[in-house]
């Protein structure tokens, strides 16, 4: 069975400080995609990232940026400078090649704000 | 525009009274599914469609059934809604075939409020 644990329930910082989101995953399968979805306060839930289990290439865009360690199965992400709009609840999720890609699988979601 | 529509967004019932939201997506995605979000539990999986008339059941579909009869459509049916369903829904869609199709990233609805009192 998959599983995804994001540790931190909530995370608060003050505006311009950097944060790192933490996610955990735990799978059998050696072929799976790892995915990084903001939920603002509006409620919509929006895709940042993907990575699949060949691909450990860490990737900067803007301020945010991800660190994939297989070895650790952690798929971290970081926000630099963050900002009040950067406020909102962050999912990581696990998909695995078993069955076909049919499940995902979210954890539990990391809750961030950020003070002005 | 590309998207997965739901409705309704916001809906209030009683126990028992039979309820179904709707999913449509314009995308002509095969793969779509469900899922419920409630505070310190993510977001799960209901159930999910490969395709047309092929549904298979999530990590909670106790309470729950679902129909694909058209490409387009997954409607989530509460045959007889329980208090413990109140929750936030979501549905979602994919393409799931062609090459590297694991990959591809879900689209979701704007999602559906739902209290059942």
């Known amino acids: 069975a998959q599983k995804v644990t994001q540790a931190q329930t909530e995370i608060s910082v003050v505006e311009k400080e950097d944060v790192t989101l933490d996610c955990v995953y735990e799978?059998?399968?050696?072929?799976?995609?790892l995915f990084w979805y903001k939920q603002p306060p509006s409620g919509e839930l929006v895709f940042l990232i993907r990575?699949?289990?060949?691909?450990?290439q860490n990737e900067i865009s803007g301020r945010y940026s991800w660190n994939f360690q297989k070895s650790t199965s952690s798929f971290n992400f970081t926000i630099t400078a963050s900002q009040v709009v950067d406020s909102a609840v962050y999912f990581c999720?696990?998909?695995?090649?078993?069955?076909?890609?049919?499940?995902?699988?979210f954890g539990t979601g990391t809750k961030l704000q950020v003070i002005p | 525009e590309a998207q997965v529509t739901q409705n309704p967004r916001y809906l209030i019932t009683v126990t028992g009274k039979k309820l179904t939201v709707t999913c449509s997506q314009n995308?002509?995605?095969?793969?779509m599914s469900w899922y419920r979000q409630d505070p310190g539990l993510g977001l799960r999986q209901i159930y999910y469609?490969?395709?047309?008339?092929?549904?298979d059941k999530g990590d909670v579909p106790e309470g729950y059934k679902v129909s694909r009869k058209e490409k387009r459509n997954f409607p989530l049916i509460l045959e007889s809604p329980s208090p413990n369903q109140t929750s936030l829904y979501f549905c979602?869609?994919?393409?799931?075939?062609?090459?590297?199709?694991?990959?591809?990233?879900?689209?979701f609805g704007a999602g559906s409020r739902l209290t059942v009192l």
């Open positions: 979602a869609s994919r393409r799931s075939q062609g090459a590297n199709s694991g990959a591809n990233v879900l689209t």
């Open positions: 799978t059998r399968d050696t072929t799976y995609y």
């Open positions: 990575r699949n289990s060949f691909d450990e």
């Open positions: 999720a696990l998909r695995v090649s078993t069955g076909g890609y049919q499940k995902v699988t």
């Open positions: 995308m002509n995605h095969e793969y």
């Open positions: 469609s490969m395709n047309v008339e092929v549904t």
